[in-house]
């Protein structure tokens, strides 16, 4: 199972590729709306999630005043959250991160992650 969910990450991961580079963040803001119950990009308030704001380029389990699930902590060991690592996590969150709080099962729509990833890059250029 955990091969499977590596290889179904990278085949995602390069199939986003060419769609990171024009994700398009009032797209964006439109998907990020099933985010928003728990997470804000915009402001640097934790809701049920962490905030997102500053999100990318941001290490891993980073908000302050945040509480992490062990496997996030886990999870967070030296990474960031950039375009691949935020390419492969928002497509399967729970198959990344096994035992993450986060009940949100992933955007399946290469361009989604794309379009969302455009957005937390800068989520005034949704306006």
């Known amino acids: ?6 290889m179904l990450a990278a085949a995602f ?24 119950a728990c997470h804000t990009a915009t402001e640097a308030t934790n809701k049920v999630g962490p905030s997102l704001m500053g999100v990318v ?3 891993v389990a980073s908000v302050e005043g945040y509480s992490y699930s062990p496997a996030m902590k886990a999870f967070a060991a030296g990474k960031t959250w950039d375009d691949a690592t935020l ?12 035992g993450t709080k986060m009940g949100f ?6 361009e989604d992650v794309a379009n969302v990833i455009a957005y937390l890059k800068d989520p005034t250029a949704a306006k």
């Open 57 to 59: 380029g941001r290490p």
């Open 105 to 110: 099962v992933g955007l399946k729509k290469a």
């Open 13 to 36: 991961t390069l199939t986003a590729g060419a769609a990171l580079a024009d994700g398009d963040a009032k797209a964006g803001s439109i998907v990020f709306k099933k985010c928003g």
């Open 87 to 98: 390419t492969t996590y928002l497509a399967d969150p729970k198959g990344v991160v096994k």
């Open 1 to 6: 199972m955990k091969m499977m969910t590596a």
